[in-house]
């Protein structure tokens, strides 16, 4: 099953319980950083470009369900302005 990430006119939402706003994202992901390294040898990272991702879990944490988190619209994108649990709610 392919699990998608929201957009800026979307959001994640658990049909379970109806949780919007905790979630443990799994994901792998290849990047190209670009590091400066101070004389003393601090690294900052001054730039981060993601190459690859892949979205391999999305759990809500509030209930653990994996398979009722869904991406939503937000609101002033045409979504629900109020969310209700969905079917079994805790």
Same mark, same amino acid.
């Not at 998608?4 to 979307?10: F, Q």
């Not at 629900?80 to 209700?84: G, I, K, L, Y």
């Given at each position: 099953m392919a699990v998608?990430?929201?957009?800026?006119?979307?959001r994640l939402r658990c049909?379970? %319980?109806g949780n919007l706003t905790r979630?443990?994202?799994?994901?792998? !992901?290849?990047s190209r950083e670009y590091w400066h390294a101070s004389l003393s040898g601090e690294v900052a990272v001054e730039e981060h470009e993601v190459l690859a991702e892949q979205v391999e879990a999305?759990? %809500?944490r509030w209930c653990s369900a994996s398979d009722h988190?869904?991406? !939503?619209s937000r609101p002033e994108f045409g979504g629900?302005?109020?969310?209700?649990p969905g079917d079994g709610g805790v």
């Open positions: 998608s990430l929201p957009d800026e006119s979307s049909g379970h %319980c979630f443990d994202v799994t994901r792998t !992901v290849r999305v759990t %809500c988190v869904e991406v !939503v629900p302005s109020q969310e209700t």
